[in-house]
């Protein structure tokens, strides 16, 4: 072992010991709390899909059906009349140190903005339902961006929790044995020389 045995090194190797295993069981919470966050996420993820695809459908009948109402020209014509604008921002919150996108959507002008004369209330419907779908497609990507940051941060807390695990504590520990060893055969070297001068002495 490359340390010197004397016991100032043995205490502060035993200090390092006692820090890495510290660090260890928090790294590992640490690494169960996260794994627990991403499952919820991923549970709530599939719920979402279903969500969406329902609700996208729900919107495309009810588009087919706004279309059957119209002729081809002022169906197209409804929608050279729309004037809304969306913006999205972006925020952060930060869960287990890890910094998680918060995307939050603003929408300027009508949502509705042609006559009502020449059009289906299906069609209404249809852009009521697009928007539900636009709103849950945000939520989607926030997660699933979500999911791939914690992932990433999971895996380099697992590569420290077996860093410490396999290799720094299991040094450490060999270390504090090996200094121990060597201590109690000085010590043992010490009582033979000390018993040998007794009997010279006493002879």
């Known amino acids: 072992m490359n340390v010197n045995p004397t016991r100032m090194e043995l205490l502060r190797l035993k200090k390092r010991t006692t820090l890495a295993v510290r660090g ?7 690494q169960d709390e996260l ?3 991403i499952q919820e996420i991923i549970s709530k993820l ?37 004037d809304t604008d969306i913006e999205l921002s972006m925020g952060w919150k930060k869960v287990m140190n890890v910094p998680l996108p918060e ?4 929408l300027q002008g009508e949502l509705i903005s042609y006559g009502f004369a020449n059009t ?10 697009l ?21 990433e941060e999971m895996k380099k807390t697992r590569r420290r929790v077996n860093a410490l695990e396999y290799i720094l504590i299991p040094e450490l520990k060999a270390a504090v044995r090996y200094i121990n060893m060597k201590l109690s055969e000085r010590e043992r070297e010490v009582n033979s020389r000390l018993m040998r001068i007794k009997d010279v002495i006493r002879g």
């Open 131 to 151: 928007m539900v779908v636009f709103d849950r497609l945000i939520e989607l990507a926030e997660m699933e961006k979500r999911i791939a940051l914690l992932a």
């Open 120 to 129: 289906s209330p299906t069609l209404d419907e249809a852009l009521k339902n």
């Open 103 to 106: 995307y939050k959507k603003s």
């Open 35 to 37: 794994l627990r966050i």
């Open 24 to 30: 260890h069981k928090l790294l590992k919470q640490k």
């Open 46 to 82: 599939s719920n979402l899909r279903k969500e969406i695809e329902e609700e996208l459908l729900k919107a495309l009948k009810k588009f087919f059906l706004a279309r059957a109402y119209q002729d081809k020209k002022s169906f197209e014509a409804s929608f050279l009349l729309l």
